[in-house]
């Protein structure tokens, strides 16, 4: 009988095992919308949504080699058009998706380790922000939620002040509810205990509009 693959909790991004993941271009089913989780670990949200919306096409970007592999086996088992891909997320997103390729992207509670000792390690960054805006297709939308009150306001900060994104729910406002019919483990771990949710949902700004800033 095969042994199940060891899973790490924490892997570090940064560590050069990870600088060069070997990621290529994804070839995706062409016509249909594409949704994507950065950070996908066992990818229960994306199996989620391909159940509440299955004519779509669901990538999970995760570093963790054997949760890759695990979701890969589930969406073969259940024929759901959900996949995953080992990459990292800070250095490959421009090589998996091509510009403008992606309706919706998804960061689902990044970011545990938030010591400051740790914040080099945080992947929700200014940088990443831009990352997605280039991915995203002219009307493409970034949610992210987190239960963690100092990423939640950090990233609200980011998205605020990058002129590649316009808040959904108003300036400077966290989305009252989730939207999108799915929730990640953790995320019913959170409202099982009463904790908070800051949601994020924010449009990309499309050029145009930006010159017209001007
Ligand atoms: C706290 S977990 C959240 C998992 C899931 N989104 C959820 O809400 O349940 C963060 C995930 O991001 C992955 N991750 C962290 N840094 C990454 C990177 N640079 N590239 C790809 N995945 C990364 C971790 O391995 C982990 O599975």
Redesign the pocket.
């Known amino acids: 009988m095969g042994r199940r693959r060891r899973i790490r909790h924490?892997?570090n991004?940064l560590s050069v095992h990870?600088m060069d993941t070997g990621a290529s271009r994804l070839s995706l089913p062409p016509g249909l919308p594409v949704e994507v989780?950065?950070?996908?670990?066992e990818g229960?949200?994306l199996f989620a949504r391909a159940h509440v919306a299955p004519e779509r096409t669901y990538v999970g970007?995760?570093?963790?080699e054997a949760?890759v592999e695990r979701v890969n086996l589930r969406a073969a088992q259940e024929s759901v058009p959900v996949q995953a891909v080992y990459?990292?997320?800070?250095l490959d997103l421009e090589t998996l998706f091509a510009p403008g390729s992606v309706d919706l992207c998804h960061v689902?509670?990044?970011?545990?380790c938030f010591k400051r000792s740790q914040h080099k390690r945080r992947?929700f960054t200014l940088d990443l922000a831009g990352t997605i805006a280039q991915v995203l297709t002219p009307d493409g939308v970034l949610a992210v939620q987190t239960d963690i009150w100092d990423l939640g306001l950090e990233a609200l900060e980011i998205l605020e002040l990058s002129d590649e994104f316009e808040n959904l729910c108003g300036e400077w406002t966290f989305a009252p509810t989730n939207v999108f019919g799915a929730q990640?483990?953790?995320?019913g771990f959170c409202l099982e205990n009463g904790e908070k949710v800051w949601r994020l949902r924010f449009a990309k700004v499309r050029s145009t509009q930006r010159l017209n800033l001007y």
Do not use: K, Q, Y
Not at 37 to 41: I, S, V, Y
Not at 87 to 90: R, S, Y
Not at 108 to 112: G, I, L, V
Not at 184 to 187: A, F, Q, V
């Open positions: 924490h892997v991004p990870h989780e950065l950070g996908c670990a229960s949200f970007v995760e570093i963790r949760l990459a990292n997320l800070n689902n509670f990044p970011d545990p992947f990640t483990r953790r995320e």
